[in-house]
């Protein structure tokens, strides 16, 4: 939509929002009013009908970053001022109102800019005239070509001005909590996913055409625009070129979307790592105009065992020995994963000594055939003694192996 400057007009209190509006905000705000002054809703009300044309002008800018900046530098905005000049204006390097500047008359170093109108009406011509032959011209000589591209450079100091094109959708993120040993053996959850969708209404246009002619361009899909002297034909903007009018379509209100739920499946697979992330391409919010959707991504958040701690791909747990079992060693009873496995304690092992159980851990999600270890951590636990004769036994042994277990800890201090 092409907008022509205008300095009276505060788009902000058009519609209703503050200068530090989100994007988001604006597009509720433009929605709301959109759809109580709609001349669809308002039919022969022109007062009505003149509030939509501002409504959308000042959506069309502030719903653009680019045009938002623009119009935040200068207080309006038009087409034929780039993001480049605004922003030099804004640091006070000023420019004329035609978009050119002059240097001061006579060819000296003064500073002084003068504003330089162009003398030339172009009210007699359609610039898409110009578009096959002109156009094929430029593309022969490796260029872009075009009657346009020169006026387009004229403006923007060089280069084609950006049409507005479809936007692809925007990506999801989606967390699922899983338990220890879904995320282990693999599972398929189901998942109930609120995301965009394109309107099947409208097909994703936001408008719905009819047989009637336009009235603003009168079937022609084209209106004459002024700036300076210059004047030039652009796309119509109430029925987007077609030359038919067109109604808002009544399911998506204009936005071409519509917000639904989508039964999935998803897989996890075995060994599967907290915080992983799993891609569903195409699954993420509906694009505009056709444009493809974002992709979908489901974050695992794995729950937690009371014995079995992972990390990675590999499994710890702490495991109670005897004082006898440590003192004289020998094969033990451990849990797995897999359920029981022996464990071999070598004689005078010590409480907090590792120990490693080769591939008795996590399967690889990704490195098939591949699977962790678990990791033993030994702990000795102290016998209770309740028997006198017991008691007997436990100072003879003391008294056989009078060693001080603290003697390298004095030693250290």
Not at 179 to 199: M, R, S
Not at 357 to 366: F, I, M, N
Request: contains cysteine; aromatic residues 8%; hydrophobic residues 30%.
């Amino acid at each position: 939509m092409a907008t022509t400057p205008n300095k009276d007009k505060d788009y902000y209190g058009v519609l209703g929002v503050k200068k530090t509006a989100s994007a988001d905000d604006i597009r509720k705000a433009f929605r709301k009013l959109a759809r109580k002054y709609h001349p669809d809703v308002n039919p022969g009300d022109k007062s009505a009908e003149e509030k939509f044309k501002t409504l959308s002008e000042a959506n069309d800018v502030l719903s653009d970053p680019k045009k938002r900046k623009i119009y935040d530098q200068l207080g309006f905005y038009s087409d034929n001022i780039d993001l480049a000049a605004a922003e030099a204006y804004g640091r006070g390097a000023g420019f004329g109102a035609g978009g050119f500047g002059g240097a001061a008359p006579g060819g000296g170093s003064g500073t002084r800019t003068y504003t330089q109108e162009v003398p030339f009406d172009f009210s007699g011509f359609d610039f898409n005239d110009f578009s096959e032959g002109a156009g094929a011209a430029g593309r022969r000589a490796g260029g872009t070509g075009g009657f346009r591209d020169i006026f387009s450079s004229m403006f923007s100091g060089g280069g084609r001005q950006e049409a507005h094109h479809a936007e692809p959708g925007t990506d999801l993120e989606y967390q699922v909590n899983v338990g220890f040993w879904q995320a282990i053996k693999g599972a398929e959850l189901p998942l109930t996913i609120p995301h965009l969708e394109e309107c099947s209404n409208c097909h994703g246009a936001g408008y719905i055409p009819t047989s009637n002619t336009c009235p603003d361009c009168k079937g022609k899909g084209q209106i004459t625009q002024k700036s300076g002297s210059m004047k030039f034909n652009v796309t119509c903007p109430r029925c987007g070129g077609t030359g038919k009018e067109r109604t808002l379509c009544p399911a998506c209100h204009g936005e071409g979307r519509v917000e639904r739920s989508e039964n999935l499946k998803v897989r996890i697979k075995a060994g599967t790592r907290d915080g992983q992330r799993i891609r569903l391409a195409g699954r993420g919010n509906a694009g505009t105009m056709g444009a493809p959707a974002g992709d979908l991504y489901i974050i695992v958040r794995i729950g937690e065992h009371p014995v079995f701690k992972r990390e990675g791909d590999d499994i710890h747990l702490t495991v109670p020995v005897s004082f006898t079992e440590a003192a004289l060693g020998g094969k033990i009873e451990v849990p797995t994963i897999d359920g029981r496995a022996l464990l071999k304690v070598l004689p005078g092992t010590q409480s907090g000594q590792k120990l490693r159980l080769r591939e008795k851990g996590v399967p690889s999600a990704a490195k098939e055939g591949v699977r962790g270890d678990e990791i033993v951590e030994i702990k000795i636990a102290p016998p209770n003694v309740r028997d006198e004769r017991s008691k007997e036994v436990l100072r003879e042994l003391a008294k056989l192996n009078p060693e001080d277990p603290r003697e390298q800890l004095w030693k250290q201090v």
